[in-house]
């Protein structure tokens, strides 16, 4: 297995377009997350499934995003109309169910909105 | 809420030079504890963890010990090399629901031959 991984690592889309992204976790990890970090930022969180199930929603996370996991194995992340401030990088953690002994992140997708 | 700060920085030192990076928490639940460290270009690894009061958690000579009773966490290296040069991020995990992380603002550390 070779962690978590993310597609694109860099995406620079004009304002007003859609973007997507995708991660695929560690496949035998059953908790997926996404988090947004801004420079000079921690990250933060945006949202968490369970296998198939997006089970919390962060403010952050405004109706231009969605995010899906089917069939509890990748995941998409889902930006439509961008806007300047989403630039930003997103980053993909897996864990198993006792997520407090630490995630496994992925190396993230630099969004850039030009 | 819960929340972490965390030491500004950058912090710069000459190697071989002792680490301090300093983290304290505002939790509601009893959290797990964690440092993170992000080398340029690349994605976030885990680096120590602590689960209850007085746990220590170390890895590649990093150290840091769970303080309940001033909700603390801070990050120790006896002697640093230039390869620790990354961003430094203390975190936090509650036990409920999504167990999500909730992290501070990151100390950049430069370390000079």
């Known amino acids: 297995d070779t962690g978590v991984s993310q597609d694109p690592r860099h995406k620079i889309t004009k304002r007003g377009q859609n973007v997507t992204f995708r991660c695929d976790p560690i496949?035998?990890?059953?908790?997926l997350y996404w988090y947004r970090q801004t420079l000079g930022q921690g990250p933060e969180f945006l949202t968490y499934?369970?296998?198939?199930?997006?089970?919390?929603k962060s403010r952050l996370l405004s109706d231009r995003f969605s995010a899906e996991r089917p069939k509890g194995s990748f995941s998409t992340l889902e930006i439509q109309r961008t806007e300047q401030g989403d630039s930003a990088m997103y980053l993909c953690?897996?864990?198993?169910?006792?997520?407090?002994?630490?995630?496994?992140f992925g190396s993230g997708t630099r969004l850039t909105v030009v | 809420g819960n929340s972490v700060t965390q030491m500004e920085g950058p912090v710069t030192l000459s190697e071989e030079a002792f680490l301090t990076i300093n983290c304290t928490y505002t939790?509601?639940?009893?959290?797990?504890l964690f440092w993170y460290v992000q080398y340029p270009g690349e994605g976030l690894q885990l680096l120590l963890k602590?689960?209850?009061?007085?746990d220590k958690g170390s890895n590649k000579g990093f150290e840091a010990t769970y303080r309940k009773e001033t909700t603390s966490f801070h990050l120790e290296k006896g002697s640093v090399q230039v390869s620790d040069s990354a961003v430094y991020f203390c975190?936090?995990?509650?036990?409920?629901?999504?167990?999500?992380?909730?992290f501070g603002q990151g100390t950049r550390l430069t370390i000079n031959p």
């Open positions: 953690a897996s864990s198993l169910d006792q997520g407090i002994y630490g995630y496994t």
């Open positions: 496949s035998e990890h059953n908790r």
């Open positions: 499934f369970q296998n198939e199930a997006q089970l919390e």
């Open positions: 939790a509601t639940g009893y959290p797990s």
């Open positions: 602590a689960t209850k009061a007085d």
């Open positions: 975190a936090l995990s509650v036990q409920e629901g999504a167990q999500k992380l909730v």
